[in-house]
């Protein structure tokens, strides 16, 4: 599978917006829970939430919550406008989206947003 910036953007918005210990299901996006169980195990291994169980056998994903890295990095991409900057930076400089450089670019927009 290849990872999906925008589903783990959503899932990372979802997850804040519910209560810790809670479950998520594909019918809250527009990918299978396959995808977002996925996901869920890049973000656990990145550090952005804590524990999360990734079988979908009961077409839930069950996170146990986001971790403080998890909201630094949504709060550095929560905005739609910067968020669609991020993405075409890179795209216009050529560059894959790797969780370094989405975080470097979406801080660089968020700065040439309050300056």
């Known amino acids: 599978m290849k ?6 953007r959503e899932v990372l918005l979802k997850i804040e917006s519910s209560q810790a210990h809670t479950s998520i299901s594909s019918n ?26 990734a079988t979908t056998l009961d077409g839930h994903v069950y996170v146990e919550r986001m971790t403080w890295q998890g909201h630094e990095f949504l709060d550095s991409i929560r905005d739609d406008t910067i968020w669609g900057k991020t993405k ?13 450089i989405v975080i470097s670019i979406a801080k660089k927009c968020l700065e ?4």
């Open 28 to 53: 809250d996006f527009e990918c299978s829970n396959e995808l977002i169980a996925y996901h869920m195990t890049l973000m656990f291994e990145a550090g952005l939430i804590g524990r999360a169980n």
């Open 112 to 115: 040439e947003a309050i300056f």
């Open 3 to 8: 990872r999906d910036w925008d589903i783990i």
């Open 88 to 100: 075409e930076k890179a795209v216009s400089k050529g560059l894959s989206l790797t969780f370094d």
